[in-house]
């Protein structure tokens, strides 16, 4: 055990000590300026990892936990609850404008904002459990333990709203199994297990509800098979959606990309914006994403749905793009997605990363190319969490 006077947040949900002989100490569920005492849970050379198992001194910033089932030994799933709201959103702020200071070679300062008026409880809509392969707890529904293959089979995280998860619990499914669980815009549960494995396959099962879930941005309903992506916060899509047709500054005939598309939830918003006249081509891998996307599209013509990786369909475009919006997964989209985005001479993107590293490394490379930042807003989509979503928007003349 060390007791440790706590520094700075790090990204990843930790925060930043040194032992008496120098060494630096990732402590989790620990805050700013407080005093703990930490349990080591790993040793990585120059480094620890810990946890705080005992708070000698609290950071006025400190609450009451609002997930039960969250902190040490328990849950992975809420590594913040035990922060205050706003107190939350200001350290993801710091670990963003960290990020990109270190990475990116821009400087920015702020937090991150409030999605919506859900609050920091109940706003998940989408949840996936693991079900537990062998020992004592085979057959059971859980959340996984921090970095851990033991699940915890209380269901009532506090993201998820009252009664989502009911029914859920007890040993009763397949061991090696998984249950996506949805919340639909019509306030429907859908449950739908995939595997285990048998032969090399994964099945599929409607356990509850169907296949697809109903979702809505604006007067667009799509339907979206539970086990595709869609955002988790029940605010994020429209949120977004805003954000890109303010920031993307499209004219009626002019071209656009959806890249990493998904369901095309942003093509529907560039399509209103350059109409008839103009171009949306949408790309993603995910072929489920993909029929989503062209039966809730259907009725606009100038959108093109690619299924395809977007490397790929980059290098196949003659159509120059006046903007691009990208919202990759969470390693980013990387030197070699931007460097054909840049040789394409794309003079505008709006790019988005849930991942504080990624995006900052994302931003920097767009800067080696000449591009500037216009403006970031960081947006606290996951609260309880220290995981974040950040908007970009860059330009090159």
């Known amino acids: 055990m060390l007791t440790l006077t706590v520094g700075p947040p790090a990204n990843g949900g930790s925060c930043v000590a040194r032992h008496d002989d120098g060494r630096v100490v990732f402590v989790r569920y620990a805050l700013p300026g407080e005093v703990v005492v930490a349990r080591v849970t790993s040793e990585r050379g120059s480094h620890w990892h810990a946890e705080a198992v005992e708070i000698l001194e609290a950071s006025p910033d400190r609450v009451d936990s609002a997930c039960r089932i969250a902190g040490v030994d328990g849950s992975g799933c809420c590594d913040l609850a035990f922060a205050a709201p706003e107190a939350a959103r200001r350290l993801k702020g710091d670990v963003v404008a960290n990020q990109l200071q270190r990475l990116g070679g821009h400087t920015w300062e702020g937090a991150a904002e409030e999605v919506g008026s859900t609050g920091a409880t109940g706003w998940r809509t989408r949840v996936r459990l693991d079900v537990a392969a062998g020992g004592p707890q085979a057959g059971q529904a859980g959340f996984h333990r921090y970095h851990s293959t033991e699940l915890v089979t209380d269901l009532s995280c506090a993201q998820v709203p009252d009664g989502m998860l009911a029914g859920l619990d007890g040993a009763k499914w397949p061991p090696g199994a998984q249950l996506h669980v949805v919340l639909d815009d019509q306030g429907a549960r859908h449950v739908v297990q995939t595997g285990p494995r048998s032969n090399r396959k994964a099945s599929t099962q409607v356990v509850e509800g169907s296949y697809e879930a109903t979702q809505r941005v604006g007067d667009r309903t799509w339907s979206v098979p539970v086990t595709a992506f869609w955002q988790a916060h029940r605010d994020a899509a429209p949120t977004y959606s805003a954000l890109v047709e303010d920031w993307a500054r499209l004219d009626a005939g002019m071209t656009a990309w959806d890249l990493y598309g998904g369901a095309g939830v942003f093509a529907a918003t560039l399509a209103e914006a350059v109409g008839p006249t103009g171009h949306v081509l949408s790309v993603d891998t995910s072929r489920g994403s993909a029929k989503a996307a062209r039966t809730a599209l259907a009725d606009l013509g100038w959108v093109e749905v690619l299924t395809e990786s977007v490397r790929r369909a980059l290098t196949t475009q003659r159509r120059r793009a006046d903007v691009a919006v990208l919202d990759p997964p969470r390693t980013g989209a990387g030197r070699e997605v931007i460097d054909l985005l840049a040789?394409?001479?794309?003079?505008?993107?709006?790019?988005?990363?849930?991942?504080?590293?990624?995006?900052?490394?994302?931003?920097?490379?767009?800067?080696?190319?000449?591009?500037?930042?216009?403006?970031?807003?960081?947006?606290?989509?996951?609260?309880?969490?220290?995981?974040?979503?950040?908007v970009a928007v860059l330009s090159r003349a």
């Open 343 to 390: 040789a394409a001479d794309v003079p505008r993107i709006v790019h988005i990363g849930c991942e504080a590293a990624s995006f900052a490394r994302d931003v920097g490379i767009y800067r080696g190319h000449g591009y500037a930042v216009e403006q970031i807003r960081v947006f606290d989509s996951f609260p309880l969490t220290h995981h974040v979503e950040c």
